[in-house]
Each structure stands twice: as C-alpha cells, then as structure tokens.
C-alpha cells in the first residue's frame, strides 16, 4: 500500500511539474512571438515608420530600433532578475508579459511616418524599449522557474521547453505573417496588413497574464526563503558580485550562442531575400519549415544533456559553429534553390542547438536560488544586447559597404572565443547548484518531519 501511494505520489508529482513547465511556456510562447513579429513583419512595416529611401537603408533603420529594444534587455534582466529573486518567480513572469502587452499594441496603433512625421519612428521606439524591458526579464526568470521545477534528473529535458516555446513565438509569427501573405495583396500588407501581426500579439500576452497568475511558485524559490521575515540581500547587485567567475562564465558561454542564433533565425530572413534574392513569401516557408525541425531537437537535445552532461553539447556548437559558419553563409548566398537554402539554414540550426537546448539550465545550475534569476539574467542580457542584438545591424552595415563575408568571419569569430570557454568551463549538471537546493530543501523537511 505504501509503495502503491509512493507511485501515486511520483506521477502527481510529474504532472504538476508538467502543468507548471506547460504554463510557463505557453507565456514565453507569446513574448516571443510579440518579440519576433517585429522582424517577421519589418520587411512591410519599414516603408510606414521611415522616409522612403532604398529597400538596404529601410532595413538598417528597423534593425536600428531592433537594437535599441536589445539595450533594454540588460534593464530588464536586472530590474525583473532582482524582482524575480526577492519577490518570486511568478510575479516577476506575470509583470513581464505585461509589459510586452502594452508594447504590441502601441506597434499595432502607431500611425505612419506619412501621418504624424517624426512622432511615428518616436513611438516605435518607446513600444521597442517596452518590449525590450519585458523580454530581458522574460529570459532570466523563465530559465530560472523551468529549471527549478523540473524534475531532477530531467532538467536538462525541460528547461529545453524555453527555447521549444521561444522559437515557436518565431514561427507563429512566420504563421501569422504566411497566412496573411495568402489572403492579402502585397500593397495590402504593406499598408496596413502587418498591424494585424501585433493586435493578436498584445491579445495572446492578455490571455497570458491570466494563465500566469494559477502558476506555482517554485519550490527551490520557497525553500529559499522559508522563515525570512524580509528579503535581505536576495536578487540584489552586492550579492551577485559574490560570483565573479559565474557570472563571466555566463557572459562567455552567451557570445557565440547568441551572435550565431541570431544570425541563423532573425536575419537569416533579411539575408535571403536581400543577398540571396529569393522571393520574401518562398523565404516566409522556408525559415518555417527549418525552425519547426529546430523546435522538435531542442527537448530531444535536452534529454541528451541529462545522459552524456551539458558540457558535450557545448563543445560540439563551439567547434561546429566555429569551422562552418563561412562555408554555410557562403553557399547560402550564391543561390536561389528554395530547398538549397532550406538545408544550408537547417545546417546551421542543428549546429546552434547544441547551445539553445541546455543554455538556460547551465546557467541556472551556476547560482544559488537567492541570486539565480538576477545571475542568469543580467550577464546574459549584457551579452545578447551588446553582440546578439548587433548583429542583424552588424551585417546589414557591412553588406551596405560592400563587405558582407567579413560578416561571416564575425560570427564564426564569436562562437571560437565561446569554445574556448566551453573547453575550460566544469560539467555543470555534476555540481549543480540546483541539486544542491533541492537536497537542502529536502533535508529540511525531513527535520521539520522529525520533530514533528
């Protein structure tokens, strides 16, 4: 009876972390998709927010404001971090998606630049910063929540499910932007069809912030700070400096992870219609089809980094990243075969899933609960707004003075001095701080069972 009631125990166990990791994505679902429909549809909107001028200026003046939203993300990582770790996970998730709310539908009822002049490129901006604020928070707490209510052992499996739901916001945008390309004349779009995109996406983060608030908070999070009558020194800059080398390691496993996701999702778009002059609505089916492959092997990866560790992992995108990048870049731009294209950008994909797959539980397994959120969001949000958020605006610049392949030279530069990190960083999931928590946690209560 009592191994009976133990089994019943495991699998309600399971399915309230399965509930738990299911609500949590669905809402990083639909930050990113918000965040992504930006680049999705800027190839129709840049023409309303900017003077008209050629199609490579339209574009390096929306990856400008792309950019701008990336120093944001920095903000948000420390603002949403420290509000994650000292007043918990769910309400600092709830907060963040808010924020991306209100900075879809600002998009989305912006007049043109044709209508209000300067005040239209103004507010872009504004709703860019908000949406930037929202996403640096989104990343940190949501890597910390997914792994610190995952299952031991499965970490590496469902912290995975961030960049599952991370990249299905790009494709639902791709979605969105595909259907509307088939019920819609191309002036259609260009006028008003892409405001479409941003109306569904403010309405998504409201149905979001209801779901959000039947959340659990985490159990590590609750251990944590069980007993404590005020938050002391919990997500605060004076403790996370405590953790020098945590907190370069996380900067330095970021850079080539985040230039070479970046270049291989949101610009690969711009790059093939730009570079390679395939036709915008064969380039929409062509990043749709590579990202869902890309969302089936992150769990698959995932579960893979339980069995073999992360570090393996790791070190496969460092030295793939490193050697391919020019060659797959380069073939990618002398041709217009749609399926060509297909393969080279899946290519790339498979290689940068070493990183995505497991990056939010690494980084989690380096921090003690009372900084975790702050920990894994602040260097990485300094890292992807200084080197991921540049990028598109990086290669854009280059490709307009005549020098695009040192583009690729960029990248594959990136991910090398992220290999050599990867070569001298420990195996995480065998130190981790979260099974050390986790153990804590448990030890307690078996005392407090005790003297009870």
Request: charged letters at 15%; a positive charge; glycine letters at 10%.
């Amino acid at each position: 009876m009592a191994v009976g009631q133990g089994h019943r125990t495991a699998r309600s166990g399971e399915r309230r972390v399965v509930g738990n990791v299911i609500r949590g994505s669905i809402g990083n679902l639909i930050e990113w998709y918000d965040w992504y429909a930006y680049t999705a549809f800027s190839v129709y909107f840049a023409t309303a927010f900017f003077p008209k001028g050629d199609e490579t200026a339209q574009l390096l003046n929306t990856a400008a404001v792309f950019a701008v939203g990336f120093l944001m993300r920095p903000i948000g990582g420390w603002l949403l971090g420290r509000y994650a770790d000292r007043f918990g996970r769910r309400a600092a998730l709830t907060l963040s998606v808010t924020l991306m709310a209100v900075g879809s539908l600002v998009i989305a009822l912006t007049p043109s630049y044709a209508s209000i002049g300067v005040a239209a490129p103004v507010l872009l901006v504004t709703a860019r910063l908000l949406q930037g604020l929202s996403v640096g928070g989104e990343y940190s707490t949501s890597a910390t929540y997914l792994s610190e209510v995952a299952s031991p052992g499965r970490r590496g499996f469902y912290s995975s499910f961030q960049y599952v739901t991370l990249t299905a916001g790009q494709l639902l945008a791709l979605a969105v932007q595909i259907v509307l390309q088939q019920v819609l004349t191309s002036q259609q779009m260009h006028q008003w069809g892409w405001r479409i995109a941003f109306v569904i996406g403010a309405f998504g983060a409201v149905v979001v912030m209801a779901l959000r608030r039947k959340m659990d908070e985490s159990e590590s999070y609750k251990q944590a700070t069980r007993g404590e009558k005020a938050a002391g020194d919990r997500g605060t800059l004076a403790a996370l400096l405590r953790h020098p080398k945590e907190v370069a390691l996380v900067a330095g496993l970021t850079l080539g992870g985040t230039v070479a996701f970046y270049t291989y999702t949101t610009y690969l778009q711009k790059f093939m219609i730009n570079t390679s002059g395939i036709p915008k609505e064969t380039v929409s089916w062509i990043n749709f089809f590579a990202l869902l492959v890309f969302v089936v092997l992150q769990p698959l990866a995932g579960a893979l980094s339980d069995r073999v560790g992360r570090r393996p992992l790791l070190m496969f995108f460092g030295f793939a990243g490193t050697v391919l990048t020019v060659p797959l870049l380069t073939m990618l731009s002398g041709t217009r075969d749609p399926i060509v294209a297909f393969l080279l950008m899946l290519g790339g994909l498979v290689v940068v899933t070493g990183y995505t797959s497991i990056n939010a539980v690494v980084k989690a397994e380096l921090f003690p609960t009372r900084i975790r959120a702050l920990g894994v969001g602040l260097p990485y949000a300094l890292t992807v707004a200084i080197f991921g958020g540049t990028a598109e605006y990086v290669a854009l610049w280059l490709k307009d003075a005549g020098h695009e392949p040192w583009f690729y030279l960029y990248v594959s530069g990136c991910v090398l001095v992220s290999l050599i990190v990867y070569f001298c960083m420990r195996e995480t999931s065998k130190e981790s701080a979260l099974e050390s928590d986790t153990a804590a946690g448990a030890a307690d209560d078996e005392e407090a069972g005790v003297r009870g």
